[in-house]
């Protein structure tokens, strides 16, 4: 277990400093050979330019990262398989259905032309194909919940309102908002999120480990803490665990989900 924490607290670390050296617009710029979504949103952010950061967030937490095929899909998307322009925030936002109609033109070809494409292990279940559970209405959902406040500043602005400035408040309001954009879960709103805090784009910290709708976490917990602690009592545990090491609730999160698949021997898990 103290292994799989170590190595928690080192991916972490690492999307710290991917954000504290992202400066190269190539970092967001599809087919430039540096294309890399998360750091390319720290770039991004630098630059002010603050929807953009957000969507390219939103974007590769939604694809993942294959264990493989890297940001392909991320990348491919973005940078519209190659076709001309980018669906940069501007151009997506302007007409929420025109994704889904350019996927639904582009299907099946797009998930097989070229190279290799595949969505990342915690998005396994994903798709492009059209329809109300493919990527095109997911994108959707996650547009017309940011245009109902504005903008992404605008929409920290007003959780800021309601809960304070807390970022640990923030954090879970946004988690509970986040409801609204299809195709996220449990696991897909607490990577956005935990993403956004640790590449410094949003103001939120976890509160908790969110153990109690999930699978791995939560069968790690109770083979950590006994199977007689309720799925509340675990989660304080964890918390009081994050607390008493220090480090962040995902922390927690990430090393039970990893550490239950072999805990007698370690294996380094890449995500």
């Avoid at 292994?3 to 992202?22: G, M, P």
């Avoid at 990527?135 to 304070?164: E, K």
Wanted: glycine fraction near 8%.
């Amino acid at each position: 277990m103290v292994a799989q924490l170590v190595d928690s607290v080192r991916r972490i670390e690492y999307l710290n400093i991917t954000s504290a050296r992202a400066r190269s617009a190539s970092l967001y710029t599809p087919y430039s050979e540096s294309f890399q979504p998360l750091g390319g949103a720290a770039a991004l952010y630098k630059a002010g330019q603050t929807d953009d950061a957000y969507w390219l967030v939103y974007l590769a937490t939604h694809f993942g990262k294959h264990k493989i095929d890297g940001w392909n899909l991320t990348e491919d998307f973005y940078g519209r398989f190659g076709q001309g322009g980018v669906w940069d925030w501007a151009s997506a936002s302007q007409n929420p259905a025109a994704i889904s109609n350019w996927l639904q033109a582009n299907y099946p070809h797009v998930t097989s032309a070229g190279r290799s494409r595949r969505f990342g292990n915690h998005r396994k279940f994903e798709t492009l194909k059209p329809g109300p559970k493919g990527t095109g209405h997911a994108v959707a959902t996650y547009i017309q919940w940011i245009a109902s406040y504005g903008s992404h500043q605008a929409l920290i602005a007003d959780v800021q309102r309601r809960v304070g400035q807390n970022p640990k408040d923030v954090f879970a309001c946004l988690y509970r908002e986040l409801d609204q954009v299809a195709k996220l879960g449990r696991l897909g709103k607490f990577d956005l999120l935990c993403n956004l805090s640790n590449l410094l784009i949003a103001p939120i910290l976890p509160d908790i480990a969110y153990i109690a709708q999930s699978t791995g976490p939560k069968a790690g917990a109770r083979l950590l803490f006994g199977n007689a602690l309720s799925v509340a009592q675990l989660e304080t545990a964890c918390a009081e665990m994050a607390e008493h090491l220090d480090v962040s609730p995902q922390v927690i999160e990430d090393a039970l989900c990893n550490w239950q698949k072999s805990p007698a021997i370690y294996i380094y898990f890449r995500g």
